[in-house]
């Protein structure tokens, strides 16, 4: 049974920065070859931030957060991370990790792609 949970979110001003956590019940590496990152703002959809594969440790990101954001992870802790920097208001949403079932660079477009979720982390970001 593959879990994911995730920490870290809270309430930063503008151009701050939080580092999310997503500790996995397994090592990402055994777990799938891609893991990733997706938020959710009340009333819209589902948005992909990126993906890393947990073999090569390669990332790709989504346009409205590159440069910005980087996905990280260590396979001998379980752990998958999300370091964001220069937080805008926009970025406010709801944070959630999932293990990919399948994977590409642009996996990160696409949720079905991805077969297990957490239960997501808040972040809320003030001007």
């Known amino acids: 049974q593959v879990q994911l949970a995730e920490s870290g979110g809270g309430s930063v001003q503008a151009g701050g920065s939080l580092r999310l956590s997503c500790a996995a019940s397994?090592?990402?590496?055994?777990?799938?070859?891609?893991m990733g990152w997706f938020r959710q703002a009340p009333g819209k959809e589902r948005e992909g931030i990126g993906v890393?594969?947990?073999?090569?440790?390669?990332?790709f990101y989504a346009d409205s957060v590159k440069g910005r954001f980087t996905i990280s992870l260590d396979n001998a802790k379980n752990t998958l991370y999300l370091q964001m920097d220069s937080l805008k208001p926009e970025d406010t949403a709801m944070y959630y990790c999932?293990?990919?079932?399948?994977?590409?660079?642009?996996?990160?477009?696409?949720?079905?792609?991805?077969?297990?979720w957490g239960q997501g982390t808040q972040v809320t970001v003030s001007s």
């Open positions: 397994k090592s990402p590496y055994y777990m799938s070859s891609c």
């Open positions: 890393i594969y947990t073999g090569s440790g390669r990332s």
């Open positions: 999932a293990a990919g079932k399948s994977c590409s660079a642009s996996s990160f477009t696409r949720p079905a792609d991805f077969g297990y």
